[in-house]
């Protein structure tokens, strides 16, 4: 059985899913990973989830303030071979709860365009692609999505 808990940056099985994230973006990316790492730091992370499968971190998720009403996701990992199970679903959507708790009204996000995955997953949980935000302007890989959770 799948449980989460909320927790922060500071969390080493969060740091360790984090450290295997990077990994696999790193290859994904390519030469543009040093541009995108940049804007993952986790020394401001205050909101972060991690789930577990019995007493194994399997996935995370994290939460970062952007604007006065809105949120945006970072940091979401599900282990490579756990994947397809619905633990990313439950991740995003225990994120979305804790935004509306700390009085969010909309999740946003980006991924890339070499993640069509993570696209997927947000199309079916409701995100709406926008047009790029912030360090993302002129991006030609980033693809930014919104939701309102609220």
């Given at each position: 059985m799948l449980h989460i808990i909320r927790t922060d940056s500071d969390n080493p099985d969060f740091r360790e899913l984090v450290r295997l994230l990077d990994q696999d973006l790193a290859i994904r990316d390519g030469?543009?990973?040093?541009?995108?790492s940049q804007f993952n730091q986790l020394d401001?992370?205050?909101?972060a989830v991690v789930a577990y499968l019995e007493s194994q971190p399997v996935g995370c998720g994290a939460l970062r303030a952007y604007s006065e009403d809105a949120v945006e996701v970072k940091r979401m990992f599900v282990l490579p071979e756990l994947r397809g199970r619905g633990i990313a679903g439950q991740v995003l959507t225990e994120l979305e709860t804790w935004?509306?708790?700390l009085d969010f009204t909309h999740c946003i996000l980006e991924t890339g365009k070499k993640q069509p995955e993570a696209i997927q997953l947000y199309q079916k949980a409701g995100y709406e692609l926008i047009p790029n935000y912030g360090q993302y302007l002129e991006v030609e890989n980033s693809v930014c999505m919104q939701k309102k959770i609220k």
């Open positions: 030469e543009e990973h040093a541009f995108y401001k992370i205050r909101y935004a509306a708790e």
